[in-house]
């Protein structure tokens, strides 16, 4: 954890050096709040979120996670290749049912841009209709953020795309209404995982979800700012990132070079 939270602050330290024109970076792929780490079918992901982009949408999600939401299966019901992929629906009947009976949240401000590929957000059907569905965007999107409820609440990572987003089982499509073959959403709220067995055997799922520890390198970076200003604390972490790794291979050295029974 150590490691992670030193190499965490080297990166955004080298981001938050870099010239205006390339740190815009930092806007559109802010570093998270926290992130939310995931397992699927296809392999693990991490959703990165920004609570000020959708501060009731982030609420939402992490309510979702906490919950365990996530832990009996998430079918990626609707995986449409270059614009998005949706999912929300339990593959337990029960635990839909209760999530239905939550009251939706209210709509977040727009950001007024559009999405990224890896932008996710909340789906709806109307205003303030936002509960449990959501979705990754495949790329960028003029289309993607003009509705009322669809404001992203975190991103997944360019990597996380390739390795596993962008793997997910195809074939399917959109959903019928767009003349795909995607599994009807309230027969799906009625059977369950059942009803996917049997008609989607191809279908990739959400396995579980948990609530990953605080990423600190966001407040290490702009406490140093605020005391030293953004070039020396730039220094002072490049320096002791350069000394930490002249322990390392120092301790390597000594391990290389002690005896050894023969």
Known sequence: M?????????LAAYVSALPDEISNVRELYPIPDYTVRCN??????????VEKWSPLGASRFKELVESGFYDDGVAFIRVVENFLVQFGISNNVEKTKKWNSVPAIKDDPLLGRPFLKGYMSFAGGGPNTRT???FISYSKSTHLGQAPWETPFGYI????????IDKLFSGYGDMEAFGGNAPDQGTLQRRGK???????PEIDYITSCTMSRSFRAKEVIA???AKLGRFY?????????????????????LLKLSPKDD
């Open 194 to 200: 059942e009803y996917l067995t049997k008609d989607f």
């Open 40 to 49: 699927s079918t296809k392999g693990f992901f991490s959703v990165n979120v």
């Open 157 to 164: 990572s360019l990597l996380d795309m390739k390795n596993v």
């Open 223 to 225: 406490a140093a700012e």
């Open 2 to 10: 150590v490691f992670r939270i030193w190499l965490a602050c080297c």
């Open 132 to 134: 449990t569905q959501t």
């Open 233 to 253: 604390s730039v220094l002072i972490v490049l320096a002791l990132s350069i000394a930490i790794l002249a322990v390392l291979a120092v301790f390597a050295r």
